[in-house]
């Protein structure tokens, strides 16, 4: 599951034409997907949880949106756990990954390489 906040969050490649060849057309990325969304569109199927995953933040805006998704309340929409980004080359990698490690709903991370 991706959320999209534009107004909050920058997120690389959903500008028109900015996307990599291979992930074809993405332009309805572009708009806004959040919790309430979310609840709508899975109304009555009986969901139990899920998880979001990163979804192509700048990598500038990686913390603050693990931050959002866990404040988020559980009744409107707030994932199960989270898939986070994270630059594997980084300088400060060890940092980085002690910060994830030490958020309660981080249990992976993710670069996308291509």
């Known amino acids: 599951m991706h959320f999209y906040d534009h107004r909050r969050f920058r997120y ?3 500008e028109p034409g900015s996307s990599p060849a291979f992930m074809g057309d993405i332009s309805q990325l572009a708009a806004d997907y959040l919790p ?3 609840k709508a569109d899975f109304a009555g ?3 139990i949880g899920f998880v979001h ?3 192509g933040v700048d990598l500038a805006d990686a913390r603050a949106e ?3 998704l ?3 309340d559980k009744a409107a929409g707030r994932p199960d756990a989270i898939v986070a980004k994270i630059d594997l080359m980084a300088d400060n990698l060890r940092e980085e990954l002690s910060w994830l ?3 309660s709903m ?3 991370v993710r670069q996308i390489v291509s």
């Open 66 to 68: 693990t931050l959002w």
């Open 106 to 108: 981080v249990k992976a």
């Open 12 to 14: 690389s490649g959903t």
């Open 53 to 55: 995953v990163e979804a």
């Open 101 to 103: 490690q030490r958020q």
């Open 70 to 72: 866990q404040s988020l």
């Open 36 to 38: 309430l969304d979310y």
């Open 45 to 47: 199927l009986g969901t």
